[in-house]
């Protein structure tokens, strides 16, 4: 079976600090990771997504994540963040081939001026 | 618009009541997930389908919750007999075929029953 953790419920830091947001998962097979982002009142988007390849991906707006398969984890990090990042966002491990996407509990960005 | 679309997007039901909530995935969509979302917690996986076919329900919580895609595009998600736990909000996801899973959500439905 898959899971996801999310290490912090909680993150707040200064606008213009570098952010981590610690993902662990677990699984005894391949998986492909994202992580999503949710905005207040809103859906959760894709913020950005390792399916194969290059272990270190990138989403348009800085963030950037790097998948570690030794320590199973894709911490989520952007060296400067801005009050308009302030959101909940969700680790998510899907394993390949299949269907079935298990999510984190979410950790929520608080960026204060 | 080109988004997932839910409605309602505010549900107030009496317990025992029986509700049915709606989801109109992206147009083209093959596969359509179902999650709930209880408060301060991550989606979890209710079921999906492939078209009109339901591959796994097996994140249903009982025998109330039924969910249907008659014909492959718009889905329902029902609830019988509604109890208290099940307040939450209920999330829908489409995805194209072969994307590697990538999903779009669309803004739920936030279900409580007093």
């Known amino acids: 079976a898959q899971s996801v953790t999310q290490l912090d419920s909680q993150v707040p830091v200064f606008e213009e600090a570098p952010v981590e947001l610690r993902c662990n998962y677990s699984?005894?097979?391949?998986?492909?990771l994202f992580w999503y982002v949710q905005y207040p009142n809103q859906g959760l988007q894709l913020l950005l997504k390792y399916l194969s390849g290059s272990t270190l991906v990138e989403s348009i707006n800085g963030f950037e994540a790097e998948f570690n398969k030794s320590q199973t984890s894709f911490h989520l990090r952007k060296p400067s963040v801005h009050i308009s990042d302030t959101a909940e966002y969700f680790c998510?491990?899907?394993?390949?081939?299949?269907?079935?996407?298990?999510f984190g509990a979410g950790t929520r960005l608080f960026v204060k001026a | 618009g080109a988004g997932v679309s839910q409605s309602p997007r505010y549900k107030v039901a009496k317990r025992g009541q029986d509700v049915a909530l709606r989801c109109d995935p992206i147009?083209?969509?093959?596969?359509l997930f179902w999650y709930q979302q209880a408060l301060g917690q991550g989606p979890e996986f209710l079921t999906y389908?492939?078209?009109?076919?339901?591959?796994?329900k097996s994140g249903l919580p009982s025998d109330r919750f039924f969910a249907e895609r008659p014909e492959g595009s718009v889905s329902t998600l029902k609830i019988q007999r509604t109890q208290q736990e099940d307040s939450a909000v209920y999330l829908c996801?489409?995805?194209?075929?072969?994307?590697?899973?990538?999903?779009?959500f669309g803004a739920g439905t936030r279900l409580s029953v007093l």
């Open positions: 996801a489409s995805s194209p075929q072969r994307e590697g899973n990538i999903q779009y």
């Open positions: 147009s083209g969509h093959v596969s």
């Open positions: 389908f492939q078209n009109e076919a339901q591959l796994d």
């Open positions: 998510a491990v899907t394993h390949t081939g299949g269907f079935k996407t298990i």
């Open positions: 699984s005894s097979v391949s998986v492909y």
